[in-house]
């Protein structure tokens, strides 16, 4: 039986879906509480996980350990690295990693964590075709499918932008994908990453981002939900 968790890191990426849920239950586990219920029909567990790596790992542990969960999609926006991604576009991840972790000192690809044996945990096949197809049910001609490059830095200057770019490849930037994928790689969980386009991440960030962010957030919501019809109707 599919389960789905789902993780958010701020409230304007959860509401929407937690407003939809049924048969809704709640518990609180480490300071963040866990909605138990139904999503268009499908079981689903729902968490606002806070901001950062550290927050998002936790919560997707805690959705393995105690709630059983056998997939998982972190919902949100992120800023573009990606000149053809504008605000209020859609990134599906084929996979993730940091952009603030360096070992190279040590012998690591830029990006590797020590002990793990990629740099970029790759997403599930089945849920990014599902995520892409719901992506285009919502916002047509405006996804892409690509890396999301995660680090414990919000970016609002072109020079950070660009070394992230060079760095990763990725075509946007959050805080808490890779953190999720790399649980759910260590736990053998299927995941995928989507996020909507909130800002630039440029010097223009610090602008656009109050005024996007609630409208990104619900959209990349809007693509979670259509995604859970999917895997209910695939079981």
């Known amino acids: 039986m599919t389960k789905l ?5 701020m409230e304007q990426e959860v509401e929407s879906l937690l407003a939809q849920m049924q048969d809704k239950a709640s518990r609180k586990i480490a300071g963040s509480t866990f909605f138990s219920g139904t999503l268009e029909g499908l079981d689903a ?16 542990q805690i959705l393995c350990d105690c709630f059983g969960v056998t997939h998982l999609v972190n919902t949100g926006i992120a800023g573009s690295l990606c000149a053809e991604l504008d605000i209020g576009d859609l990134v599906v991840s084929r996979d993730a990693m940091y952009h603030d972790f360096d070992c ?10 020590p002990g793990m044996d990629v740099t970029a945990f790759p997403a599930d096949d089945t849920l990014l075709a599902y995520a892409f197809a719901a992506a285009e049910q919502v916002n047509p001609g405006h996804t892409k499918i690509g890396r999301v490059a995660s680090g414990d830095l919000f970016v609002a200057d072109a020079g950070q932008k660009k070394r992230i770019v060079a760095a990763t490849q990725a075509l ?6 890779a953190a999720i994928a790399q649980t759910a790689y260590r736990n053998h969980i299927p995941f995928v990453i989507l996020r ?8 223009s960030a610090q602008m656009d981002y109050p005024t996007f962010e609630r409208i990104a957030a619900h959209r990349c919501a809007e693509v979670t939900k259509r995604l859970a019809k999917q895997l209910q109707e695939a079981q």
């Open 5 to 9: 968790g789902i993780i958010g890191a």
């Open 45 to 60: 567990v729902v968490v606002q996980c806070g901001v950062g790596k550290v927050n998002a790992a936790l919560c997707a």
């Open 104 to 113: 190279v000192h040590f012998g690591y690809p830029y990006g590797r964590v």
């Open 172 to 177: 946007c930037t959050e805080m808490e994908g």
């Open 196 to 203: 909507a386009i909130s800002d630039k991440a440029d010097d």
